[in-house]
């Protein structure tokens, strides 16, 4: 399995509170993905990142940001956290320098709920 | 329309069972597709990778048809540990991202 540690696995907070996951990757691959997954949604890109301070949107990029200062450490913060950011929240990497057709592999999942 | 399309299911059949999935996506200048496997509650898996000329992996064969964007998985002689959601992903056409756009997932439920 790909070295991908998310952290934490579970948490619960309240609306309004800041909010920050972490995702760690020990294959030193230049890109790294945020997702998060809902039920009839399937998986939606949120943040991705292509290098060290290197970061784009996705397409559900709206109140969420990144950061990534080192390779191994893509952090996603959810600066007011809202109920409708209650999700199942996945990292994933992949070896796209080696070219385009790189599949992605996935971390365990951050499973976050807003009250 | 969206991007990538799959039957939702859930497709239930008996041990033993030949079982194919379908998927169609639209854009045709996509390059690199895909088939996930994901159990209840965890992370998506690679299953394998899909080539123009088709592949075979022990028990599961992916196609691609680029005529018709349609690409298909094939479980032969199915087991009850085959039952997970099956996600069909296609690259996202763009500048070298790696971005990978995912179907909403096929449901397997493999019974005794």
């Known amino acids: 399995d790909a070295g991908i540690t998310q952290s934490p696995r579970h948490k619960v907070t309240e609306t309004g509170t800041p909010v920050t996951l972490r995702c760690h990757q020990t294959e030193n691959h230049r890109y790294m993905y945020w997702y998060r997954q809902d039920p009839g949604h399937g998986l939606r890109l949120i943040h991705y990142s292509y290098g060290v301070k290197d970061t784009d949107k996705g397409e559900v990029s709206d109140g969420y940001s990144v950061s990534r200062s080192k390779t191994e450490d893509f952090l996603l913060t959810l600066e007011s956290a809202t109920s409708s950011q209650t999700s199942v929240y996945f990292c994933?990497?992949?070896?796209?320098?080696?070219?385009?057709?790189?599949?992605?592999?996935f971390g365990d999942g951050t499973r976050l709920s807003i009250l | 329309r969206k991007e990538v399309e799959q039957d939702p299911g859930p497709f239930n059949v008996p041990e033993g069972a030949t079982v194919a999935f379908n998927c169609t996506y639209s854009?045709?200048?996509?390059?690199?597709f895909f088939w996930y496997r994901q159990d209840c509650r965890k992370e998506p898996k690679l299953l394998m990778s899909v080539y123009s000329s088709g592949n075979e992996d022990g028990r599961f064969t992916a196609q691609l048809n680029r005529a018709s964007q349609y690409i298909s998985l094939l479980i032969r002689d199915s087991k009850l540990s085959d039952s997970a959601t099956y996600l069909c992903v296609v690259n996202a056409f763009s500048s070298n991202t790696g971005k990978l756009i995912f179907g909403q997932g096929t449901t397997l439920q493999v019974k005794p």
């Open positions: 854009n045709s200048a996509s390059q690199s």
């Open positions: 994933a990497i992949s070896n796209t320098d080696r070219g385009d057709n790189q599949p992605q592999h």
